[in-house]
Nanobody, 123 residues
Framework: QVQLVESGGGLVNSGESLRLSCAVS????????MGWYRQSPGKQRALVAL???????NYADSVKGRFTISRDNAKNAVDLQMNGLKSEDTDVYYC?????????????????WGQGTQVTVSS
């Protein structure tokens, strides 16, 4: 079993900062991409930021220059530093990881998700 546990959500005022953290535990042989997605009620889950194992990053246009994703491969962890938060950033944020649990001889990555953490930005 693989678990993703998120922390760091909450309520802040517009312009303030939050840092989300996610730790992957359980049967983990190797992690490929890690990232953060967000979702509002009635809408599809959307990419916020993605980071490869070697540190290459990709951001949604709406967060470029404000959010920074980072990871610690030794700790199987990924963080999202969110600065200059806006009311439109209000959402449930989900941690994502592509994990090889070693159940097969060859590498095989499955998608795993955290339980979600609420971020609310008050204007």
């Amino acid at each position: 079993q693989v678990q993703l546990v998120e922390s760091g959500g909450g309520l802040v005022n517009s312009g303030e900062s939050l840092r989300l953290s996610c730790a992957v535990s359980g049967r983990v042989k190797r992690i490929n991409n890690m990232g953060w997605y967000r979702q509002s009620p009635g809408k599809q889950r959307a990419l916020v930021a993605l980071i490869t194992r070697d540190g290459r990053t990709n951001y949604a246009d709406s967060v470029k220059g404000r959010f920074t994703i980072s990871r610690d491969n030794a700790k199987n962890a990924v963080d999202l530093q969110m600065n200059g938060l806006k009311s439109e950033d209000t959402d449930v944020y989900y941690c994502y990881a592509a994990v090889d649990s070693g159940k097969y001889y060859a590498a095989a990555f499955d998608d795993y998700w955290g339980q979600g953490t609420q971020v609310t930005v008050s204007s």
